[in-house]
């Protein structure tokens, strides 16, 4: 098992340009995620989706779109970068079910690092 | 709203010392709390959780137990390795929902 893949590892940007970060997961697990990670302030979630077709807004969702393609891809894109992206992404995956009640683990991506200029 | 709180690092040891790493939370209903580990240039990596109080998580000789008296997670671990170098997160999850509330990450050298 590969388990949570992220393409690309790293990407630079111009203000202003658009790019797609793809994630996939073989574990087949219901819900995945999307953080962010910079300096000082921890891991902060930007989207999720709790099941093949339903997203939902995470803690700094301004600036990203995302889509479940299916159950094993979720893709986060940016539409127009700026500076204030500039971040280690990470892409993560769970596996919930009517019982887990949020016990579940999470098992994360090696991230994605982008700068933007 | 739900909020963790780590001490600041880095927290920089000598092998073979003890190690705490304190953590405290803020959280509605009955909240799962978990520690992941994320060592240089990769990503994070459960290392102990709880999902009760009382309950004490364990994995590589760290432990942390659920105190939800003093609503505290704190990390400990006996004796470190140089290997045990890395950022620790303490986490939790809102009773019921999958999204981690992260706290800010600490840091831990190791020397040996």
């Known amino acids: 098992n590969a388990g949570v893949t992220q393409t690309p590892k790293f990407q630079v940007l111009k203000t202003g340009q658009s790019m797609t970060l793809q994630c996939a997961q073989d574990m087949n697990h219901n819900s995945m995620y999307w953080y962010r990670q910079d300096p000082g302030m921890g891991l902060r979630l930007i989207y999720y989706?709790?099941?093949?077709?339903?997203?939902d807004k995470g803690e700094v969702p301004n600036g990203y779109n995302v889509s479940r393609l299916n159950k094993r891809e979720f893709s986060l894109r940016l539409e127009s970068a700026a500076p204030s992206q500039t971040s280690v992404y990470f892409c993560?995956?769970?596996?919930?079910?009517?019982?887990?009640?949020?016990?579940?683990?999470?098992?994360f991506g090696p991230g994605t690092r982008l700068l933007v200029l | 709203g739900n909020s963790v709180t780590q001490m600041e690092g880095p927290v920089t040891l000598s092998e073979e010392a003890f190690l705490t790493i304190n953590c405290t939370y803020t959280?509605?209903?009955?909240?799962?709390l978990f520690w992941y580990v994320q060592y240089p240039g990769e990503g994070l990596q459960l290392l102990l959780k709880a999902t009760k109080a009382d309950d004490k998580g364990s994995n590589k000789g760290f432990e942390a137990t659920y105190r939800k008296e003093t609503t505290s997670f704190h990390l400990e671990k006996g004796s470190v390795q140089v290997s045990d170098s890395a950022v620790y997160f303490c986490a939790l999850t809102r009773g019921g929902y999958s999204t981690l509330t992260f706290g800010k990450g600490t840091m831990l050298l190791v020397s040996p």
């Open positions: 959280a509605t209903g009955y909240p799962s």
């Open positions: 989706s709790a099941s093949e077709g339903t997203t």
């Open positions: 993560a995956s769970s596996e919930k079910s009517r019982t887990s009640g949020g016990q579940e683990t999470q098992y």
